[in-house]
């Protein structure tokens, strides 16, 4: 099998071995999202064509799509690949497995999709979250080794006769009542009389319980992981306004993706990288934070590391820069 950087390569400079190209994003990109449930594909529903899909999607942006944010700086994809040399592992990581890979950047741009519209899909989404916050904390994870679907068993788990999942399915809905899912989820599998998945666990309880609740609405607020990107966009342009102007230079310079060197030879007061690197992380500490003040309480920040925000606001900031009109001196 070819080195997932040599397909890339031949493709780029020869456009060459697009077959065996998109064969490699397949794998990958069904090897990510294969603990992601319903609600983050295309019409509400993990299939086998909504995953294809997904995966030509990512192909086509990896392909023809020039990206603004780190390491892309407004190269597509896969020609920053090959002009950065990237080998196998940054290549993987950039396209398919980071928090903000290619792939997982549209599975969070489906999810907010179908969640705003489909109130079914966003009761079993928060479902599937409750049940995973129940497994953790009553539950034993079975081990089955790197890089395996991790499983669950009922606590003080005995040897039991199986079930089929229809027969839990059916003896879960007479039993479910309006008992709490604490209790529910280790009933689910102490009649299983196996490990289960998350996803199967929170799919015979969807199935179960019959459906979400009257009141929810079509209006309800859907639940998000990172703020939104309109949120993000009025925020960064506010705190720009208020950075000194070496701050702004230098704050620019990390969305353009410039080198430390390049840091240095432009951003006066920085002499070396030690103190560049003092600078970022002051700099882009304080920026962050003043951004994020901005949505107080709410359902933006709890699910976002610094990591993460800070990739968001640099990648707003690229696509900020010529209406902030960033000169080479600022």
């Known amino acids: 099998m070819s080195e997932l950087s040599e397909l890339v390569a031949d493709f780029v400079r020869d456009d060459a071995g697009a077959l065996k190209l998109h064969e490699a994003v397949v794998r990958h990109v069904e090897k990510v999202s294969r603990r992601y449930p319903d ?15 997904l995966a030509d999607r990512v192909f086509t942006i990896c392909a023809r799509v020039p990206k603004g944010r780190f390491p892309f700086t407004g190269r597509a994809p896969f020609a920053a690949f090959v002009e950065e ?30 969640i705003r519209r489909d109130p079914v899909l966003r009761w079993r989404d928060e479902l599937h979250r409750e ?9 034993e994870p079975v081990d089955e080794g790197r890089g395996a679907w991790r499983r669950w068993k009922a606590p003080g788990f005995r ?18 009542g309006d008992r709490p899912l604490s209790e529910l989820v280790p009933e689910a599998l102490s009649l299983a009389g196996r490990a289960l998945s998350h996803s199967q666990l929170s799919n015979l309880l ?48 990390l969305a353009r993706g410039d080198s430390y060197d390049d840091l240095i030879a432009r951003v006066p007061g920085l002499r070396d990288r030690t103190a560049v690197s003092r600078a970022v992380s002051r700099c882009g500490k304080g920026f962050v934070a003043r951004v994020v003040a901005q949505f107080g309480e709410g359902p ?23 209406e902030f009109d960033v000169q080479e001196d600022s």
Request: net charge negative; aromatic share 6%.
């Open 39 to 53: 609600a983050y594909f295309e019409l509400g529903r993990k299939t086998d064509d909504s995953v294809e899909g």
């Open 85 to 114: 040399r990237f080998d196998d592992p940054p290549i993987r990581y950039h396209s398919f497995y980071a928090r903000l890979s290619i792939t997982r950047e549209l599975l969070r741009d489906d999810y907010a999709f179908n």
């Open 131 to 139: 049940v995973g916050r129940v497994l953790k904390e009553t539950c």
């Open 159 to 176: 040897l039991a006769a199986v079930r089929s999942l229809d027969d839990v399915r059916e003896q879960l809905a007479r039993s479910a």
């Open 206 to 253: 969807a199935d179960a319980l019959g459906g979400p609740p009257a009141e929810v609405t079509v209006d309800a607020e859907p639940h998000s992981n990172l703020p939104d990107r309109m949120a993000v966009r009025a925020a960064v342009m506010d705190a720009w306004s208020d950075l000194a102007r070496d701050e702004r230079a230098l704050l620019a310079a």
């Open 300 to 322: 933006a920040t709890p699910g976002s590391t610094p990591k993460e925000l800070v990739e968001r606001v640099v990648a707003v900031l690229f696509e900020l820069l010529p």
